[in-house]
């Protein structure tokens, strides 16, 4: 049996953003704050007991805090369920909430190399202490199973994959710190259960979807996939940035070639967005581009929701 929680489905800033004034951050700050969003992260588990967490926000602490699967266990003075970390990219959204996580407890990063190359690179992260906090690469297209304090096997085979994407953000126009190709700076996952076979798959950036990945997701029982922007230039046209979807590394929802149609038909069981900027007006619950992605088989998780495969 595989156990998830959605800790938070927002895109970086969250919802609302701190200096965002957009008809999304206002509702959730006033009228409507069923539309607050911590910034994307979910917590796995195969035995209700030990957990890893697929990329580590920004919001660890608060999501910590909201999530009673991942408080210590009673009667321990020092403890924490979380085993692990595994990281899909080097954003700040994904890596900041290491820094919540130096109370010295043991557990191990998995991540590519060059998303390792970008914590080396940053004495911020040694607050890690190597001799707690050990730092594993993830080799694309293998598989490998995360492994217990004590050494012994979690149950979660990983299956990693390159993925259509961009550096992070920070380090446009700067050296990456790592020597090696383009490749790894975005990457999806295969998650299963190896006791029951049960999987999902996990892309909370992607720049494109092509015919591979296509035929990867086809029949998959469950997919979480990038939902950052509901069409490319949003961000443009509501006068909040400069940078288009495709800018950031991240495909929209709409158009041709956005995920809703080129994800229709796959026989998918449950498909659901993360990742959701606050510019996104799929968003709000009664809005035309909501009632387009839900009538496609859309899911918009609210943070804390529990799923079990
Ligand atoms: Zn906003």
Redesign the pocket.
């Known amino acids: 049996m595989l156990r998830l929680v959605v800790l938070g489905a927002a895109a970086g800033?969250g919802?609302?953003?701190w200096n965002?004034?957009?008809?999304?951050?206002?509702a959730?700050r006033t009228e409507h704050p069923e539309l607050r969003s911590t910034q994307a992260s979910i917590a796995i588990s195969a035995d209700g007991d030990h957990w890893f967490l697929i990329n580590a926000s920004p919001d660890l602490r608060q999501q910590l805090i909201a999530t009673p699967q991942l408080h210590p266990q009673a009667g321990k003075l020092r403890h924490s369920p979380i085993s692990g970390v595994i990281l899909t990219n080097g954003e700040i959204d994904a890596i900041a909430g290491l820094l919540s996580m130096r109370e010295g407890w043991p557990f191990t990063i998995y991540a590519h190399p060059k998303v390792l190359s970008i914590l080396e690179a940053n004495g911020i992260f040694n607050v890690l202490s190597e001799k707690n906090v050990r730092r594993l690469p993830i080799e694309v297209d293998n598989t490998f199973e995360p492994n217990l304090p004590d050494g012994s096997p979690s149950g979660i085979e990983i299956l990693s994959f390159a993925v259509p994407g961009k550096s992070a953000w920070y380090l446009e126009g700067e050296v990456h710190p790592s020597s090696k190709d383009s490749a790894g700076d975005t990457i999806g996952l295969r998650v299963r259960d190896k006791a029951s076979g049960k999987y999902f798959y996990f892309l909370a950036a992607c720049a494109a979807i092509n015919d591979d990945l296509r035929s990867r997701l086809a029949g998959a029982p469950l997919i979480f996939f990038d939902g950052t922007v509901w069409r490319d230039d949003e961000l443009i046209a509501a006068g909040?940035g400069n940078k288009t979807g495709q800018d950031m590394g991240h495909i929209a929802m709409s158009g041709d070639h956005g995920a809703i149609q080129s994800l229709a038909g796959l026989d998918i069981g449950r498909k659901i967005f993360l990742h959701i900027?606050?510019?996104n007006p799929a968003l709000l619950h009664a809005s035309p581009e909501r009632e387009i992605a839900e009538r496609a088989g859309w899911q918009f998780p609210a943070d804390g929701t529990e799923i079990v495969l």
């Not at 965002?20 to 206002?26: A, M, N, S």
């Open positions: 800033g919802v609302p953003q965002c004034g957009c008809r999304v951050c206002q959730a909040l900027n606050n510019s």
